[in-house]
């Protein structure tokens, strides 16, 4: 179980343009700002965050779709970062990505064969691809006699299949699953998610997972990364987050998550934060977090915390970590 | 300030003594719409009640016809999309299917509002004239006065600088904003029932706390009834008092909702819970998880909708569609094996 992936210290940052004729930058917004994380083969794992926390931008940066600012990407022990031409290509076949949104993903004008086969044929690996997407399709559950079939005679778990059985056509080592139950029903959602897990068991696969939605990451991920305004505040394996997180963004994010119990809900202790994320355009100096918090000292405004290992593999970046557990009961 | 509608109500409805009567009586409700390929039974004969100042949970999936009922419930089903069938919506002993248009729209924001799950504002208006209109439409007011009260409405849904703010336009405000924005409009009159659709689907999670606390917040101070529809039964479980599962357009479930969550009856209501990822789940496993996906409501099958999918299902299933049978305290479901087995259990 070596290292897989590596990322160092990447930053991203997107120019803000303003004025007519010249189109100068006028700021820029810090979608990601010096993260790093590693995730070991055969492992899943989990960046979660708002919206405009960064993970896609994450994602799209692991995947080599942007190009990061500063920083390394290290894939399998090389490093990726500026690769372009014939080794890029040769990339892609290793690191592939499921989308969101299951029908914005796939061209409803291609038939499930031609969509599912497009990689093969990107590769130059046309012949025998039919049979190919047969075999692929019954990975996923499918029913391969439907090759000939149109997105839209799919429900959206299904649709959803479709795009991991994509994915896997050219036998990748990791997999960016970029929101992937988050359109879909609750019981095609438990569906997808049992697909991923399997397909992990089966074929030794790695997912980078970005998610918003905690109970989900809590069954399907090994290693958790919060990110808040472009950083990642906390890192933890997920017994250890869900049991004791010690930043207070992870544990307002944690306790804002309802769970489908009233008698848990009744008695929980809720953290209520007030006000919304500040725009990236302008982060709050210091602790990102420090507008929003309810422990905040003056510290906090004049001190970035360091990430830093509290406990084991259990790293966070706050000032006055202190673990709390995901649900907690009122005494 | 209630206009006089105890005389607008009809006398013929039986029980004089009007304590314990349900605000809202929604009785055997059929939609159907038009699509290319035939008409779609969104609702096929639903009938539940909501009291007064009652929490109503309606839960289901995409498809599943929750919010085709509210806007039924409404009469804002579009003309070209399809229409309410058979049924009757009574409001306070009213039937809102059968009152004319002009009745339909006092009712409508003044005793029932509504909000969305995309906050729906007019873009190029600002968020205090579009609550002062809502106000002047229902109620004798000058424009001054209801402008004072869309700022006064603005800061009891928490916006900060409230008589600032109000002089915004929709763009100005963050998506979270512009929802308690939107709460604020439909509770600006006071309403009796507050139809709420996904009010926090498009919401990040901690912006869907805050959101939620509001409305149990405005809804103790205001006493209104709401009827919430929402895919997620985590909400349902901190929200509701009562809630209705509903399945392929039809009432599958309904109980208070410490009974569905302890007992669940149906084995869609079962199969639900069992799949819905928990923020308290115990490790990283496979869910347990229902097979197949939602019936076509063009033609649905024959007897249980949910018999294709269901792993008890026997003969009988296919072939009758199940009553609604009382199961336990003010809990039905319909399902030929709620009594003989124990869903909930194993």
Redesign the interface.
Known sequence: MGELLRVTDVVKRFPVGRGLLLRKPTAEVHAVDGVSFAINSGETFALVG??GCGKTTTANLVLRLLDADAGRIEFAGEEITHRTGKRLRELRRDIQMIFQDPVASLNPRMTVLDIVAEPLVAQGRRRGATGQVAELLERVGLDPDHAGRYPHEF????RQRIGIARALALSPKLIVCDEPVSAL???????V??LL??LQTDLGLTYLFIS?????V?????RVGVMYLGKIVEVAE?EQL?GGALHPYTQ???????????????N?R?I??QG??PSPLHPPPACRFHTRCWKVETICRNETPELEVRCGQHKASCHFAEPRA??EIQA | MRPATSQAQPMASGDASTAGRPLLEVRDLRTEYRSPSGIVRAVDGVSFTIDPGEVLAVVGESGCGKTATALSILGLIPRHAGQVVGGQVLFEGEDLLSVRAERLRQIRGDRIAMIFQEPTLDPVRRIGDQISEVLRAHRALSHHDAWNQAVEFLGLVGIPRAAERARDYPHQFSGGMRQRALIAMAVALRPDLLIADEPTTALDVTIQAQILELLLEVRRSLGMAVLLITHDLGIVAGFAERVMVMYGGRKVEEAPVRSLYRQPKHPYTWGLLGCTTRLDGNRRDRLPQITGAPPSLISPPTGCRFAPRCPHAQELCRASYPALLQVGDRHRAACHFAEGEEWGSS
Request: charge should be negative; proline fraction near 6%; glycine fraction near 4%.
């Open positions: 708002e919206s429900s959206g778990g299904q029903d609750v019981s095609m959602r438990a569906q998610l049992n897990l399997d918003h939605d905690l109970s989900v809590r069954h399907v991920c090994d997920r869900f307002a994010l944690l306790s804002a998550v309802p769970v489908p119990d009233p008698d848990v809900e009744v929980r809720r209520v934060l919304e994320v995901a649900v």
